[in-house]
């Protein structure tokens, strides 16, 4: 079965710091890039971060340029996240998701997401 | 940076009926780039739509979406009680790479 899992979610003091992990398994890891996507409580879908299949290539969202990195270990079937200088409006679910496929166009879609893991920043 | 205003908020009909979702971009967009996503309460999102009018695997064929340039539309063409949730447009592109919407709701009347 094609999934993902993340985990490392949980409440930590603003200013402090958080790894996500998300692990793959059901499909060949290496070969997709991947993607972390956040959603505040009661709010839309946020894109945070994506890295390409070797990790030689990232993007970020403005909003967490600067503090967040994405990484992945393909060895591992595992993507990564190091959250650092966490804000109060980094609360949120974070899902990672699949891109498509390598072709631009197969990557513009997102089409497997993993359950989420919440991270909570108090103040 | 595209914004994609989705419209109406809320959409409030019953099973059986037709519904109709729009997906309004600032500047023109590929339709190869523009998907859809459906996500239930206390769920991840759920592909629905690649290339703003190709069925994701196992979607049934009462969604169908269309547009190109600016204008996007998700159609489901008779509802399910399970097609009531909250639907996103999504768009690839650059800087920032990804963006959403910020959802339709899609509510029981």
């Known amino acids: 079965e094609v999934q993902l899992v993340e985990s490392g979610g949980g409440l930590v003091q603003s200013g402090g710091s958080l790894r996500l992990s998300c692990a793959a398994s059901g499909f060949t890891f290496s070969t997709y890039w991947m993607n972390w996507v956040r959603q505040a409580p009661g709010k839309g879908l946020v894109w945070v971060s994506r890295?390409?299949?070797?990790?030689?290539?990232?993007s970020y969202a403005d909003s967490v340029k600067g503090r967040f990195t994405i990484s992945r270990d393909n060895a591992k079937n595992t993507l990564y996240v190091q959250m650092n200088g966490l804000r109060a409006e980094d609360t949120a679910m974070y899902y990672c998701a699949r891109g498509r496929g390598l072709d631009p166009a197969l990557r513009a879609a997102f089409d497997i997401w993993g359950q989420g893991t919440m991270v909570t920043v108090s103040s | 940076e595209i914004v994609l205003t989705q419209s109406p908020g809320t959409l409030s009909l019953f099973p059986g009926q037709r519904a109709t979702l729009s997906c309004r971009a600032s500047q023109s967009v590929s339709s190869s780039y523009l998907a859809w996503y459906q996500q239930k309460r206390g769920q991840a999102p759920r592909l629905l739509i690649y290339?703003?009018?190709s069925r994701a695997t196992g979607i049934p064929n009462r969604f169908i979406g269309r547009g190109s340039g600016t204008d996007f539309t998700l159609t489901i063409s008779r509802l399910e009680p399970e097609d009531f949730a909250v639907y996103y447009c999504?768009?690839?592109?650059?800087?920032?790479?990804?963006?959403f919407g910020q959802g339709t709701k899609l509510e029981i009347k």
């Open positions: 890295i390409n299949t070797d990790g030689s290539s990232t």
């Open positions: 290339g703003a009018s």
């Open positions: 999504q768009q690839y592109g650059s800087s920032p790479e990804y963006i």
